[in-house]
């Protein structure tokens, strides 16, 4: 039985992070797991932290953030396949997804597999664009407004009120928090959108 048939307010989930951030390339597969099995009781969207993390500088990290952006303007599920992409790449070793060619060769890849999900020229012609680059910026702007110090970091809202969490979480822990979310009663503070 689907735990949450008794849902009736859609529950916002930003999730804080970056492309090469390693806490959350070893949680991708709960989160994936949450999206494949719960997604539709979500609404999600990434919130690109580029240059938030010491190890990957903002000049390394921009362009991979801008890729996901680009993703992201054909859809949250698109965003969310083309990350998981990267990071399996990531886990796998490979070191230049940093490149354009790399990050283009993903998003091929990623049309070819899935194309009623990803639009491969879409995304090219995005990838550098000044829509991509402003949603880059405005990411930061969020992470100033939110006070976001830690990724990842992952909202749980309805109407702009929910819960923040940070570092790692399973499976099991990313369905407690949309269940505590979607509970009436729950001790909440604001967030901006």
Known sequence: MDQFNTLTPTIKVV????????????????????????????????CMAAGMDS??????????????KAAELQSSWAADLFLDAIRT?????????????????????????NPSTMDFNRFAQELDSRKTRQA?????????????D???TLTFTVDGKGLKVTGYKTYHQLVDLVKRVSQAGIDIVGFAH
Not at 41 to 46: Q, V
Not at 55 to 68: G, L, N, R
Not at 89 to 113: F, H, N, T, V, Y
Request: aromatic content about 10%; proline content about 6%.
């Open 89 to 113: 790449e990531m886990a796998q070793g490979r070191q230049d997804l940093c490149e354009p060619e790399s990050l283009l060769e993903i998003a091929r890849m990623c049309a070819k597999k």
């Open 136 to 148: 880059v910026l405005d990411d930061l702007n969020k992470i100033r407004i939110n006070r976001v």
């Open 150 to 152: 830690t990724l990842p």
């Open 55 to 68: 190890a990957f500088p903002a000049t390394k990290t921009k362009f991979a953030c801008q890729a996901v």
């Open 15 to 46: 999730y804080y992070t970056h492309p090469f951030c390693p806490v959350s390339e070893r949680m991708q597969q709960h989160w994936c797991r949450l999206t494949s099995e719960y997604g539709h009781h979500l609404s999600f969207k990434f």
